[in-house]
Every structure is written in C-alpha cells, then in structure tokens.
T-cell receptor
C-alpha cells in the first residue's frame, strides 16, 4: 500500500508569490495534518482537517490556508510568500481523530523562497 | 510556538553502546511519541505512549511516559550504524484535534 504522498518534492519561489502544496493520505485515512519544519527545528503544527472540516489551527498567519477534498486529499496554500516561509512542509495522515490514531508522515515538500 | 525541551542538540556514541534521551515540558501531555527522521524524509514513528508511567519497548528501543506527564525518555540499546538520524519527541494534549508539539530533536551519530 502507498504511504502518504506529497507533491511537488521541491519548489523554489520568490517573495510575494503564492504556492500550493498537495498531499494524498494513506488509503482509508480521513484526517490530514500539515506541519512546517524549519531547518534545525522540530515540525510545527499548521492545520488539521478531518472529514473535510478544519479541526485545528496552529499559530500561523492568515496567509496560510488549507482545504480537504471529498477524496480526503488536501492542499496547503501560502500567499504573499516571505523568506521565512522557507521550510520543509510535512503532511501527516491519520485514520480518524482518536488520540491513539498514529500519524504517518509523508516525505515533505521542500519550499525555498528567494 | 511551544516546543518540548530536548538536549543536547547532538550526541556521539560508539557502535554497541546504549544511549538515553529525554524530553521535558512545562505542560502536561496525555500522549508521548518518539519519531526518527532521516535526511530527505518525513518523521517515522518509533514508539507511542498513552498512559502515565507506561514503559514500552520496540526491539532495541524502550521508552517511558513520565508519571508527572511532563516528560518522557527513550533508550536505544546496543546501537548500530543505522540508528544514525534525528530523534524527535512529540506530545499531544487533550482535545479534539491531532496537533502534535515537537521538540527540536537530537542528532545521533554512531561511530563504527
């Protein structure tokens, strides 16, 4: 079975541009979470979606938005990119919303903002 | 944002040695997790802990959920070269969402 897939693998943008990152969860998983991992730091929670509804939002500006589609895949959008948005963006897939559900991470999308 | 406390930033050990890492927080978590991340990949779950005081093993790895619910430790026994990587602790608080709070990670190097 395929794990969590993310696209693209790498992306280079310039300041002020907009970017869309994509995530496909493990088949049967209904929840997707997004994390930002800056070099040398642990992942920071951005959003969680479950059954197409936002379940949680981290401390990120409104430039960050996300959505989940009927097939449970998800997109993360970042507007008006800043240099500080350069990071590895990770998507995590979970079967449901229970505390004991394991979060499986994808390989991430490496975003570089110039 | 809030992060769990992991130190030191790097650890260097000899192959075959045991190593312990701990993770602390000023807040209570009701789930503690340990992940390993290799270069160019996402974190992979090693051990999950759900009850205070719980001690869980996964092969050469053993982890414990602190009784105060504010700390956890991971022990790796008889280290091998493939144990090289970044080890993150993560905690999850009571609530409806899956938000995980991570530490900064410890980079482990194993000398052959």
């Amino acid at each position: 079975d395929a794990g969590v897939t993310q696209s693209p693998t790498h992306l280079i943008k310039t300041r002020g541009q907009q970017v869309t990152l994509r995530c496909s969860p493990i088949s049967g998983h209904k929840s997707v979470s997004w994390y930002q991992q800056v070099l040398g730091q642990g992942p920071q929670f951005i959003f969680q979606y479950y059954e197409k509804e936002e379940r949680g939002r981290g401390n990120f500006p409104d430039r960050f938005s996300a959505r989940q589609f009927p097939n449970y895949s998800s997109e993360l959008n970042v507007n008006a990119l800043l240099l500080g948005d350069s990071a590895l963006y990770l998507c995590a897939s979970t079967l449901g919303g229970r505390r004991t559900d394991t979060q499986y991470f994808g390989p991430g999308t490496r975003l570089t903002v110039l | 944002g809030q992060q769990l406390n992991q130190s030191p930033q790097s650890m260097f050990i000899q192959e075959g040695e045991d190593v312990s890492m701990n993770c602390t927080s000023s807040s209570i978590f009701n789930t503690w997790l340990w992940y390993k991340q290799d270069p160019g990949e996402g974190p992979v779950l090693l051990i999950a802990l759900y009850k205070a005081g719980e001690l869980t093993s996964n092969g050469r790895l053993t982890a414990q959920f602190g009784i105060t619910r504010k700390d956890s430790f991971l022990n790796i026994s008889a280290s091998i070269p493939s144990d090289v990587g970044i080890y993150f602790c993560a905690g999850r608080q009571t609530g409806a969402n899956s938000k995980l709070t991570f530490g900064k990670g410890i980079t482990l190097s194993v000398r052959p």
